[in-house]
């Protein structure tokens, strides 16, 4: 975490104010809860809260406001985007993503028909950290970001 912290951390907080912004309630236990409940089917180990990557998502969020537009930030880290009408909680989100399961073929290690990258990266054995924002935006929707630390969804490897 440390590592986190000092070097890439700043590089999320560059150019973003938080005033302002109208932001959804964040609630870091039923972030964390949902993403392990679809961890533990898949037979990997937990996922902790990360405060800096929870405010990097955060201001990310607070970014989107105007458009809601679900485009990833490009940031260090491994991104879930999810945006819904109304109060999207985290657990919802959580579950949009965990539901690509069916496309994510283990065998091929690829995605058949339609995308399963945001299940993977709920499920890479390999992270360990989650943080995760939300925030309402002006056409009355909530767009909700989560990072991963570490990031999954290398090319050639499987996620468990």
């Known amino acids: 975490m440390g590592f986190i912290s000092k070097f890439v951390a700043p590089l999320c907080m560059m150019g973003l104010t938080l005033?302002?912004?109208?932001?959804?309630?964040?609630?870091?236990?039923?972030?964390v809860a949902a993403h392990n409940i679809y961890r533990s089917e898949a037979g990997v180990g937990p996922l902790t809260w990360n405060i800096t990557l929870?405010?990097?998502?955060?201001?990310?969020?607070?970014?989107k406001?105007?458009?809601?537009?679900?485009?990833?930030?490009?940031?260090p880290y491994g991104e879930n985007l999810a945006e819904g009408f109304g109060e999207l909680t985290g657990e919802d989100a959580v579950k949009l993503w965990a539901d690509e399961k069916p496309y994510y073929d283990y065998a091929s290690n690829t995605c058949?028909?339609?995308?399963?990258l945001h299940y993977t990266q709920v499920v890479w054995r390999n992270t360990h950290q989650v943080g995760c924002g939300s925030a309402k935006c002006k056409n009355g929707w909530?767009?909700?970001s989560c990072n991963y630390y570490p990031p999954g969804n290398y090319i050639g490897e499987r996620p468990y």
């Open 54 to 63: 929870a405010d990097c998502a955060q201001n990310y969020a607070n970014s």
């Open 65 to 75: 406001t105007e458009d809601c537009e679900l485009v990833h930030s490009n940031g």
């Open 112 to 116: 058949v028909g339609d995308q399963c």
């Open 19 to 31: 005033a302002s912004i109208s932001v959804a309630q964040n609630c870091p236990q039923e972030y």
């Open 142 to 144: 909530t767009f909700i």
